[in-house]
């Protein structure tokens, strides 16, 4: 079965700071994996998806995410944090051998920006 | 650029009794998605319709049933409210372009008293 991990619950970053949020999935083929994030009360904002090819990709808000397989990890980076960076974190993978197959998600992690 | 639209942004429902959720998802989208989110949880998936046809299920309560209209927009009807249906409802939308990104709408928060 699926399944995502994201291994912190929290993580407080001073502003400036880099940021990598982790990311581990479990599927047995080649996964849809994708990050979200969710200001308080907010929906869900989709920041970057992999698919295929490039194992690095490049997502909105400055974000970026490598995929390496051989780790089975999707991690999210950022090179310098700004204060409106601070949210909720999902991580999602998705089997899409059918139209409308759910996305599953992994428990999220908190980001908080110090100043 | 269009976003999906959900409504009402807030209910409150008191036990037993039931509640009708909307999503107009964006433009030319043939997929819906229905999600749930608890208090401090990841979502959960509940069902999706394509081209008006159910397509996949998931941890829906047999309470819970929706339908995807021929306009496409969709509703989540749910029935015999009870208190642990308290949450954050989520419909997502994908195009058939590109079948697997989901764009998410605000949410609906449903709160049973």
């Known amino acids: 079965a699926q399944s995502v991990t994201q291994p912190d619950i929290h993580i407080t970053v001073s502003e400036g700071a880099s940021l990598e949020l982790r990311c581990n999935y479990s599927y047995g083929a080649t996964p849809y994996l994708f990050w979200y994030v969710q200001s308080p009360g907010q929906g869900l904002q989709l920041l970057l998806k992999y698919f295929s090819g490039d194992t690095l990709v490049q997502g909105i808000k400055g974000f970026e995410a490598e995929f390496k397989r051989s780790q089975s990890s999707f991690n999210l980076r950022k090179p310098s944090v700004h204060w409106s960076d601070a949210a909720e974190y999902f991580c999602a993978v998705g089997a899409f051998n059918q139209a409308g197959t759910a996305l599953i998600f992994g428990k999220g992690t908190t980001l908080s920006v110090s100043s | 650029a269009a976003g999906v639209i959900q409504s009402p942004r807030h209910l409150i429902k008191e036990k037993r009794e039931t509640a009708t959720l909307k999503c107009y998802p964006i433009p030319r989208h043939d997929t819906v998605y229905w999600y749930q989110q608890g208090p401090g949880q990841d979502p959960q998936f509940l069902i999706s319709f394509y081209e008006k046809m159910q397509s996949d299920k998931g941890s829906i309560p047999d309470r819970f049933s929706a339908q995807q209209f021929s306009d496409y927009h969709s509703e989540l009807n749910m029935s015999s409210l009870e208190l642990g249906d308290s949450a954050l409802y989520f419909c997502?939308?994908?195009?058939?372009?590109?079948?697997?990104?989901?764009?998410f709408g605000p949410g609906t928060r449903l709160t049973v008293t």
């Open positions: 997502a939308s994908s195009p058939p372009t590109s079948p697997y990104e989901q764009y």
